[in-house]
């Protein structure tokens, strides 16, 4: 501490997507004043070929991936190939997309938020996509998803500095491929498929591990990345685990550990 009873001010490098902020921490009788971090949240837009189509609030980090991924997951485009220009303004807060097709028109303006969006029922999306094929190969043990959740875990940067922060991975059985950051659960899940977009890694017959609450939405996107196998380290909703059955889709929630609930298809996960 310094003379004034304060703790110093850390001195390692700060990772993107936080920023430094001063806190009084208190314990019993306790206060003390202490320098940490906390996540930066951000006003962000997507715009595609000089058109606003989406504002967001989203961590200031894989912004080309988060608009690539979420013009896919809209059904906008498909691969990469089908944009032509990407460019992030210089202040890093739009992200402007030319597409192949000049003539594409928004249909109307989207306000994405990172918190959780709603009015949908399973009528609405269960029609919407034909299930996986039980051709697409890919299981894996219950130690292999305690693991990979592991090391999600532990790769989560900007949670290990600042918390408050979610994170989402595509994977195989035995390793991480992609790990992205945000404080939006859809946000990661758009910048995972956008990432694989740029990287050329597919994405069908992957697993998707994800920090957050999987809701509708996240079954949805999940369902698009073709990837039948998804994990949470929390808990599922009554529409995404009845979608993940529709769509041929293993849905793992809490998964700590050596611990977890296998909500539908499990004969993907095998002992040991």
Known sequence: MNKNGQLPRPQTLIVPGVKPVRYTAVNGPRRQDVDGMVVTETHI???VNGQELATFMASPVYLQEMALGFLANEGIIETAADVRHLHLSQKGTCVDVWLQDSGFTPPRKFIITAGCGGGVTFDDLSGEHEPLSPDIPLTATTTQLAELMRRTHLGAEMYQEARGIHTAVLATPEQLLLQVEDIGRHNCVDKIRGAAMMADIRTEGRLLLTSGRVSSEMINKARRLATPIVCSRTSPT?????????????LVAYLRQDRMRIYTHPERIAEG
């Open 45 to 47: 837009c997507i715009s």
């Open 238 to 250: 009554s529409l995404s685990v009845a979608l993940a059955d529709a769509w041929n889709i293993t």
